[in-house]
């Protein structure tokens, strides 16, 4: 219906001058340009415009980490999430009993936390449970507040070079 109004709009505002090319009167209105957008302009503007949009589709990368969430890579990702928490606990010097007792907000966490979202396809729900962080609300959060150089000024040495090694790889 509102395709419908919009192709008679267009018919009555001068079409060659907003781009949608006239149809036959008995065209279906399923058919209708508008159904694939509707600008104000001539054909070369038409044009500049398909071409803008496709440079900037080129451009963007996805950010969804769901484009990154294909079962062997999760698979994979969960194990190398799993041999880093290991490692990162024993260059932080903690075990994985101390963690319940250690706040959500204890820097070793933050920066275990960090590198395992930013580096695997790990889920905030899979990070709070290993990392004994309460929710995956409450690591987004933790997340969202982080101040990296604070961050880093607060980590034991050995845990700071875990870190580098862990990227470096």
Request: with cysteine; hydrophobic share 45%; net charge positive.
């Amino acid at each position: 219906m509102l395709v419908a109004l919009l192709d008679r709009r267009a018919v009555g505002e001068e079409i060659e001058n907003c781009g949608v090319p006239a149809l036959p009167a008995d065209a279906d209105a399923r058919c209708s340009h508008l159904r694939r957008g509707w600008y104000w302009g001539g054909q070369a503007f038409a044009e500049r415009l398909r071409k803008l949009a496709g440079q900037v589709a080129a451009q963007r990368t996805p950010r969804s980490r769901q484009n990154r969430r294909a079962r062997e890579l999760v698979a994979h990702d969960e194990a190398q999430a799993a041999e880093w928490l290991r490692e990162g606990l024993k260059a932080a010097g903690l075990r994985a009993a101390d963690l319940q007792g250690t706040p959500g907000s204890d820097p070793m966490k933050l920066a275990l936390a960090e590198l395992l979202w930013k580096h695997t396809t790990v889920g905030q729900g899979w990070i709070a449970e290993h990392l004994a962080m309460r929710s995956a609300a409450n690591v987004s959060q933790q997340l969202r507040r982080l101040d990296r150089t604070k961050l880093l000024q607060q980590l034991p040495p050995a845990l700071k070079r875990f870190l580098q090694q862990a990227l470096s790889t």
